[in-house]
């Protein structure tokens, strides 16, 4: 019995020589047994670092970059819009848009940029054809959607982007992945691989049916 007075005066001596007495002032920092993170080296805004050569924490941004909570993702965030159409894919009677904002060029640059998007964020699970046979189907999700669907097909466009933006069933949001012009962008290599998908000798142009042995 005695041993178990000695060991809990051992330890009461022991946690009061760690914790200090209940209400004691310490210029010494506090241990933390979980500290969950709370401590970081990190920089605050327009603080200095002597890592860079300036002396400047705050560092250009890299091309290409996507902006975070630029208001740009939810119609409630209060920014201030100028095209609903291209940030919301709506016309202003709030019907979705058919066909692309004016304010976007669809040409051989924005197509490869929808289809880089679209290897990227889409084809895990639509599949590099948009069938829905991609990767992720192998690993149980089968109820991913094929574009070549009539109802897909003939969605308008401003509702696919409404889509891309906000999630839609198992499909979380890419509002955080996609900037605007990218969500277009990715549309227009969808309504690419339907067209494909769907194309007809009438839809090759004069000019080119030579080369597939048509008159």
Same mark, same amino acid.
């Given at each position: ?9 051992? $330890? ?5 020589? #760690?914790? =200090?007495?209940?209400?004691? $002032?310490?210029?010494?920092?506090? $241990?933390?047994?979980?500290? +969950?993170? +709370?401590?970081?080296?990190?920089? *605050? ?25 630029? =208001? +740009? @993702? ?8 100028s ?9 202003? !009677? =709030? ?13 051989a ?9 679209? @290897? $990227? ?35 308008? !466009? ?5 889509? #891309?933006?906000?999630? *839609? =069933?198992?499909? %979380?949001?890419?509002?955080?992945? %996609?900037?605007?012009? +990218?969500r ?12 494909? @998908?769907?194309?007809?000798? @009438? !839809?090759?142009?004069?000019?080119? *049916? ?6």
């Amino acid at each position: 019995m005695r041993y178990v007075y000695l060991a809990t005066f051992f $330890i009461a001596v022991l946690t009061v020589s #760690i914790l =200090g007495f209940r209400g004691s $002032i310490s210029t010494r920092t506090p $241990i933390e047994l979980i500290p +969950d993170m +709370d401590h970081q080296a990190k920089y *605050k805004p327009q603080a200095p670092s002597l890592f860079f050569a300036d002396g400047r924490a705050d560092r250009p941004l890299p091309a290409g970059v996507v902006a975070y909570g630029r =208001g +740009d @993702e939810k119609p409630d965030a209060g920014f201030l819009r100028s095209d609903d159409a291209l940030y919301l894919g709506k016309n202003p !009677d =709030g019907s979705w848009v058919s066909g692309f904002p004016k304010s976007v060029t669809v040409d051989a640059r924005f197509m490869a940029r929808g289809q880089g998007r679209y @290897e $990227i964020y889409c084809t895990p699970c639509h599949g590099a054809l948009g069938d829905g046979n991609g990767i992720t189907k192998q690993y149980g999700m089968g109820a991913t959607p094929s574009y070549h669907d009539d109802r897909l097909r003939q969605m308008a !466009d401003g509702e696919i982007y409404n889509t #891309i933006t906000n999630g *839609k =069933g198992n499909m %979380l949001s890419y509002a955080d992945k %996609l900037s605007p012009e +990218d969500r277009w962008a990715v549309i227009a290599y969808v309504r690419a691989l339907q067209r494909a @998908e769907n194309g007809t000798a @009438e !839809d090759v142009p004069p000019s080119h *049916k030579s080369e597939l042995g048509l008159k």
